[in-house]
């Protein structure tokens, strides 16, 4: 017994002392009327004391008995209101002591103690209305969710035409989740009972609940159903967030895909505008601000959606995590990629197991180029999602997800053969999934396999034709094989509804650029000692591309020039122009000139592994590669095959065969290029080269051994100095080079040959491109070593 009742009980046993004085000369009925008089009177002990004499001293009268158990339940007397009533007695009570026996019960006993009491009193009794309502709506209270579904249903099944009934059990049916089913109730009431306030608040509960408050909010306002302050500012605020919901879900397949944030965008408005009209909690505002800073950044407003974030942060709020996470999408979408780090690193910090943020992290290092940095993210978040229970919902990034991602880390640094590692056990595993067959369709167009690009991405666009990035896949892989017809038709088909996909966007400025004209220049420079004099020598190719002529012809013009001397005097120049033809598969140019001057050449792709071509040229005047030798006047024709697996293997075999003045010289040549190493700032390949020339006569002004071969392997290394990580497309690289052999000339001994340089090639942007290289090189002449210095220049450029 507590300190209070047991405080109260020595109170009443005082009262009854004096009143056993007193009481004699006091019938039992007018001590009786004495203790209802001081209970109308809320002097509850008083009158309890009173009553539990007369039942104490009359113990045959049972209202005495029940007058004070109901008596002493109003004075908290609860435990001598247990003590003196059993279920036996409980359930023959009158419902007012059954009343007063349930209150004490239920609040000084625990539930299960109550809810045995119950069942003993009701296993007597049956059933009774007012007591299993009292217990439906104390096991509610008292949050015993199991207990309020059995004495919902008991209720119900007992009393199956009480409103009463169906109310509670509709609300035990929502507190566990199942408000469907609470739907459907509350559905029913609202036929029998229609226009009841009460009723109406219930079901816009219950669809706020279920996550439909665009129907709530239709019943609130065009049906004018009642509902609270809260109820409608719920009801407006979540629906902004269910349109927020609906753009995340964005696809390739929805023409208009910002309208679901823009219906947000508005909603969200209304939603603050009723929050400030009532008033509402401060959280309340705050909350519905977050959902600005996420619907600004959906929609690509990233400035709006910073101020937000900025304005709640000099406000003192703590913003929560998912609004955190759209203001570093807001600065990642400015490139402003060191900001977003700082709070995804917060992020992290405070959960370094949270998917989102491992996924936003990966990409934010990648957004920098920060590889070595984004490969752990990339691992945590790859394992954690292949460990991920099956029964829980599907992730957007998924493990499949992951391991697509994993193999275009790869391929973005050029490290193919790891991505198709990476890529080959999920493509036999699941080779219709969709998002794989894209993967390797980009993987193959990047290794230039397009094909194989070609026949992924089809595959894809079959499965679904509303799939943009398939379709406009499978149009940039016919692209690169020459269909432009295809690339074309495709690019303006999707370009109108879809330009802010990346994928449709990429292609678009592609085609911009196919129908602009184009110069290309390369520049060839040369010194060096030829016997006792030295000579230097220069050679120029300048072309102008126009704009198409049609899908498959542009036409050119053509400058070249050829100077050298002292030591051997060569000069020529011409001009010169033609058609350059690209078909599916083929590429052919055709030039005529000046002074008898005519070329053909032409390429035809067999498949993604071989190439061969064909060229032509008469009156041509020459530069010999990495020479100081020139020669015009001749006549020159050749064929080579070529073969490349991927982007990091190829070789070639070709023939050469030149008429010259008082010569005819002939070339048999074979080389092959493997890369070692590829990471994204640094690239090293090694090659092979293996060449015999032979000349029908060699007393000519020009070097011409009647037999020479050369054997030598070359190793260059490219670095990145610098890549604007905001675009991706301006790069800086240092091209590092060194070449060893041996040269076999007929009538000499056999000497080694090398040479080494340095060079650096600039990228520009989508549409320009300058390369240039020094270099040295120590070659045999006739049985006896020189060295010389050669520089190149190229460069092309769109206009």
């Given at each position: 017994?507590?300190?209070?009742?047991?405080?109260?009980?020595?109170?009443?046993?005082?009262?009854?002392?004096?009143?056993?004085?007193?009481?004699?000369?006091?019938?039992?009925?007018?001590?009786?009327?004495?203790?209802?008089?001081?209970?109308?009177?809320?002097?509850?002990?008083?009158?309890?004391?009173?009553?539990?004499?007369?039942?104490?001293?009359?113990?045959?009268?049972?209202?005495?008995?029940?007058?004070?158990?109901?008596?002493?339940?109003?004075?908290?007397?609860?435990?001598?209101?247990?003590?003196?009533?059993?279920?036996?007695?409980?359930?023959?009570?009158?419902?007012?002591?059954?009343?007063?026996?349930?209150?004490?019960?239920?609040?000084?006993?625990?539930?299960?103690?109550?809810?045995?009491?119950?069942?003993?009193?009701?296993?007597?009794?049956?059933?009774?209305?007012?007591?299993?309502?009292?217990?439906?709506?104390?096991?509610?209270?008292?949050?015993?969710?199991?207990?309020?579904?059995?004495?919902?249903?008991?209720?119900?099944?007992?009393?199956?035409?009480?409103?009463?009934?169906?109310?509670?059990?509709?609300?035990?049916?929502?507190?566990?989740?199942?408000?469907?089913?609470?739907?459907?109730?509350?559905?029913?009431?609202?036929?029998?009972?229609?226009?009841?306030?009460?009723?109406?608040?219930?079901?816009?509960?219950?669809?706020?609940?279920?996550?439909?408050?665009?129907?709530?909010?239709?019943?609130?306002?065009?049906?004018?159903?009642?509902?609270?302050?809260?109820?409608?500012?719920?009801?407006?605020?979540?629906?902004?967030?269910?349109?927020?919901?609906?753009?995340?879900?964005?696809?390739?397949?929805?023409?208009?895909?910002?309208?679901?944030?823009?219906?947000?965008?508005?909603?969200?408005?209304?939603?603050?505008?009723?929050?400030?009209?009532?008033?509402?909690?401060?959280?309340?505002?705050?909350?519905?601000?977050?959902?600005?800073?996420?619907?600004?950044?959906?929609?690509?407003?990233?400035?709006?959606?910073?101020?937000?974030?900025?304005?709640?942060?000099?406000?003192?709020?703590?913003?929560?995590?998912?609004?955190?996470?759209?203001?570093?999408?807001?600065?990642?979408?400015?490139?402003?990629?060191?900001?977003?780090?700082?709070?995804?690193?917060?992020?992290?910090?405070?959960?370094?197991?949270?998917?989102?943020?491992?996924?936003?992290?990966?990409?934010?290092?990648?957004?920098?180029?920060?590889?070595?940095?984004?490969?752990?993210?990339?691992?945590?978040?790859?394992?954690?999602?292949?460990?991920?229970?099956?029964?829980?919902?599907?992730?957007?990034?998924?493990?499949?997800?992951?391991?697509?991602?994993?193999?275009?880390?790869?391929?973005?640094?050029?490290?193919?053969?790891?991505?198709?590692?990476?890529?080959?056990?999920?493509?036999?595993?699941?080779?219709?999934?969709?998002?794989?067959?894209?993967?390797?369709?980009?993987?193959?167009?990047?290794?230039?396999?397009?094909?194989?690009?070609?026949?992924?991405?089809?595959?894809?666009?079959?499965?679904?034709?509303?799939?943009?990035?398939?379709?406009?896949?499978?149009?940039?892989?016919?692209?690169?094989?020459?269909?432009?017809?295809?690339?074309?038709?495709?690019?303006?088909?999707?370009?109108?509804?879809?330009?802010?996909?990346?994928?449709?966007?990429?292609?678009?400025?592609?085609?911009?650029?196919?129908?602009?004209?184009?110069?290309?220049?390369?520049?060839?420079?040369?010194?060096?000692d030829y016997g006792s004099q030295k000579n230097n020598n220069r050679t120029s190719d300048l072309r102008v591309y126009s704009a198409p002529i049609n899908e498959n012809f542009r036409g050119f013009?053509?400058?070249?020039?050829?100077?050298?001397?002292?030591?051997?005097?060569?000069?020529?120049?011409?001009?010169?122009?033609?058609?350059?033809?690209?078909?599916?598969?083929?590429?052919?140019?055709?030039?005529?000139?000046?002074?008898?001057?005519?070329?053909?050449?032409?390429?035809?792709?067999?498949?993604?592994?071989?190439?061969?071509?064909?060229?032509?040229?008469?009156?041509?005047?020459?530069?010999?590669?990495?020479?100081?030798?020139?020669?015009?006047?001749?006549?020159?024709?050749?064929?080579?095959?070529?073969?490349?697996?991927?982007?990091?293997?190829?070789?070639?075999?070709?023939?050469?065969?030149?008429?010259?003045?008082?010569?005819?010289?002939?070339?048999?040549?074979?080389?092959?290029?493997?890369?070692?190493?590829?990471?994204?700032?640094?690239?090293?390949?090694?090659?092979?080269?293996?060449?015999?020339?032979?000349?029908?006569?060699?007393?000519?002004?020009?070097?011409?051994?009647?037999?020479?071969?050369?054997?030598?392997?070359?190793?260059?290394?490219?670095?990145?100095?610098?890549?604007?990580?905001?675009?991706?497309?301006?790069?800086?690289?240092?091209?590092?080079?060194?070449?060893?052999?041996?040269?076999?000339?007929?009538?000499?001994?056999?000497?080694?040959?090398?040479?080494?340089?340095?060079?650096?090639?600039?990228?520009?942007?989508?549409?320009?491109?300058?390369?240039?290289?020094?270099?040295?090189?120590?070659?045999?002449?006739?049985?006896?070593?020189?060295?010389?210095?050669?520089?190149?220049?190229?460069?092309?450029?769109?206009?």
């Amino acid at each position: 017994m507590g300190y209070k009742n047991l405080h109260l009980s020595l109170f009443v046993g005082a009262l009854l002392f004096v009143n056993s004085l007193s009481g004699y000369a006091l019938p039992a009925e007018e001590q009786y009327e004495k203790a209802l008089e001081l209970n109308k009177s809320a002097r509850y002990i008083e009158s309890a004391a009173i009553l539990k004499s007369l039942m104490i001293s009359n113990p045959g009268i049972e209202r005495y008995k029940s007058d004070y158990i109901a008596v002493a339940s109003s004075a908290k007397l609860c435990d001598d209101v247990i003590a003196v009533s059993n279920s036996n007695y409980a359930a023959k009570a009158p419902s007012y002591v059954q009343d007063a026996i349930f209150s004490c019960y239920a609040n000084t006993q625990e539930f299960s103690i109550t809810d045995a009491f119950v069942k003993s009193i009701l296993k007597i009794q049956g059933k009774n209305e007012a007591i299993e309502l009292r217990m439906t709506a104390l096991a509610r209270d008292k949050k015993e969710l199991n207990a309020a579904l059995y004495w919902s249903e008991r209720f119900l099944k007992d009393y199956p035409k009480s409103i009463s009934a169906w109310e509670l059990r509709a609300g035990a049916l929502q507190d566990v989740g199942e408000r469907f089913a609470a739907l459907q109730i509350y559905e029913d009431i609202n036929q029998i009972k229609p226009r009841n306030p009460e009723t109406q608040q219930q079901i816009i509960q219950v669809l706020l609940d279920m996550g439909i408050p665009h129907l709530a909010l239709n019943l609130i306002n065009k049906q004018g159903w009642s509902a609270s302050n809260n109820q409608k500012l719920r009801a407006v605020h979540d629906s902004g967030a269910v349109d927020l919901r609906w753009a995340a879900a964005d696809s390739a397949v929805a023409p208009n895909r910002f309208n679901s944030t823009d219906a947000g965008l508005k909603t969200l408005t209304e939603a603050l505008q009723y929050a400030k009209s009532i008033d509402a909690p401060k959280d309340q505002v705050i909350a519905i601000q977050c959902d600005f800073i996420v619907a600004y950044s959906r929609r690509k407003q990233w400035d709006k959606a910073l101020e937000t974030y900025q304005q709640l942060l000099n406000d003192g709020v703590t913003v929560p995590n998912y609004a955190q996470s759209a203001a570093a999408s807001s600065y990642s979408a400015k490139h402003e990629f060191a900001k977003a780090e700082v709070i995804l690193r917060q992020l992290y910090a405070q959960n370094p197991k949270d998917l989102d943020v491992l996924e936003a992290l990966y990409f934010n290092m990648v957004d920098q180029d920060q590889f070595s940095n984004a490969k752990p993210f990339l691992d945590q978040l790859t394992a954690q999602l292949r460990a991920r229970p099956k029964y829980l919902p599907k992730r957007d990034f998924d493990y499949t997800s992951a391991i697509i991602e994993a193999v275009s880390f790869e391929a973005y640094q050029e490290r193919y053969q790891a991505a198709n590692q990476k890529l080959a056990p999920l493509l036999s595993s699941i080779p219709s999934n969709a998002d794989m067959l894209k993967t390797a369709g980009s993987l193959k167009e990047s290794e230039g396999m397009h094909r194989a690009a070609a026949d992924y991405y089809e595959i894809a666009a079959k499965q679904d034709p509303q799939d943009v990035e398939a379709r406009i896949g499978y149009a940039n892989s016919r692209m690169s094989q020459g269909d432009i017809s295809t690339f074309i038709s495709t690019v303006n088909e999707l370009k109108p509804g879809y330009a802010d996909i990346t994928a449709v966007k990429n292609a678009a400025e592609r085609l911009d650029i196919y129908q602009e004209g184009y110069v290309t220049g390369n520049f060839v420079l040369g010194n060096g000692d030829y016997g006792s004099q030295k000579n230097n020598n220069r050679t120029s190719d300048l072309r102008v591309y126009s704009a198409p002529i049609n899908e498959n012809f542009r036409g050119f013009a053509r400058y070249r020039d050829l100077n050298s001397g002292p030591a051997i005097p060569v000069t020529d120049q011409g001009v010169g122009g033609g058609v350059k033809y690209t078909g599916i598969n083929q590429e052919a140019e055709v030039e005529v000139g000046s002074a008898g001057y005519a070329r053909i050449e032409g390429t035809q792709t067999l498949n993604d592994n071989w190439a061969v071509g064909a060229s032509y040229e008469r009156n041509a005047f020459y530069l010999f590669p990495g020479s100081l030798y020139a020669t015009y006047g001749g006549n020159v024709g050749g064929l080579d095959l070529k073969w490349k697996d991927g982007d990091t293997r190829n070789a070639a075999v070709g023939y050469r065969y030149w008429v010259l003045p008082s010569n005819n010289r002939q070339q048999i040549f074979g080389t092959a290029s493997q890369r070692l190493f590829t990471q994204y700032n640094y690239k090293i390949d090694v090659s092979a080269w293996i060449g015999n020339q032979q000349n029908s006569n060699s007393n000519v002004s020009y070097f011409s051994p009647v037999n020479q071969t050369e054997y030598s392997s070359t190793l260059n290394f490219r670095l990145l100095q610098w890549r604007d990580i905001a675009t991706k497309k301006y790069d800086f690289w240092h091209r590092f080079y060194g070449s060893y052999g041996v040269v076999t000339q007929a009538n000499y001994s056999t000497l080694p040959m090398n040479n080494y340089g340095y060079g650096q090639d600039f990228n520009v942007g989508d549409k320009r491109t300058l390369s240039w290289g020094v270099g040295k090189t120590s070659f045999p002449f006739n049985g006896a070593k020189s060295s010389y210095i050669t520089g190149y220049l190229n460069f092309e450029s769109r206009f």
